[in-house]
């Protein structure tokens, strides 16, 4: 595997650098970038699988080097390197973007590398996702990425999300439905920030405005497509009131 490093923090690179090194002595660090335009033209000359990238540097945002190729160029994957606000990390949530939180340590690096191994889209498009999401004046919503193309998902149309093992199936009105590559953890952090969402279940988060009614026998809810699914007794009081 090959790496190319963008951050105008000349210890965040070595730092960074350094845990690569120690815990992945294969990967190949072809270049260290203090600016986006350095970056560009390393990503250019060393064609790597992958890009840790600052967010924010001075004259441009991270978010920008996408900009400096052709679609078919993009054959590359990102990580962000960023020191964002809670508002911002949600973003990077929705767009299921992968993203390490300063100061790195090696517990994130080694997340991100093993999730870039799984990897079996490009994300070229969730870049675009990510963009809308950081966009205080646009509506939020979830990128879902699949082998052929990514789908948005405003969090309006949710009814209920179920897990599947490392996967999360989101139930959507009109009948739709759409897999997830994340666990419910990750998608109950994910959207943490919309108040009607709540986890009801180990198996479920529920769209509290979806809720017909309860069964207080059966310890389920009733919701608007007709769906029951489980609720935990010691979640009722914070789903329900």
Known sequence: MKVIIIDDEKKARQLLEIII??????????????DLASGVR???????NLVFLDIEMPGHSGLELIDFFNEDEVDFSLVFVTAYNEYAIQAFRLSAIDYILKPINTTAL??????????????LKLIEALKQNLNA???????????E???????????????DGAYSVFYLSKGQKHMLSRNLKYVEDMLSTFSNFKRCHKSYIV??????SYNRSKSTLL???DSEISISDERISEVLI
Request: hydrophobic share 25%; net charge positive; aromatic share 8%.
């Open 42 to 48: 390393a990503i250019k000359k060393h064609r790597p």
């Open 137 to 147: 004046e646009s509506e939020r919503k979830i990128a879902i990425p699949s082998r």
């Open 223 to 225: 919701l608007t497509d």
């Open 21 to 34: 090194h120690e815990n992945y002595p294969d990967i190949k660090i072809c270049e260290l970038c203090e």
């Open 149 to 163: 193309n990514v789908n948005y998902i405003s969090p309006n149309d949710i009814i209920y999300i179920k897990a």
């Open 110 to 123: 080694q997340e991100a590398i093993e999730k870039y191994k799984k990897q079996e889209f490009k994300q």
């Open 207 to 212: 769209n509290t405005k979806e809720i017909q």
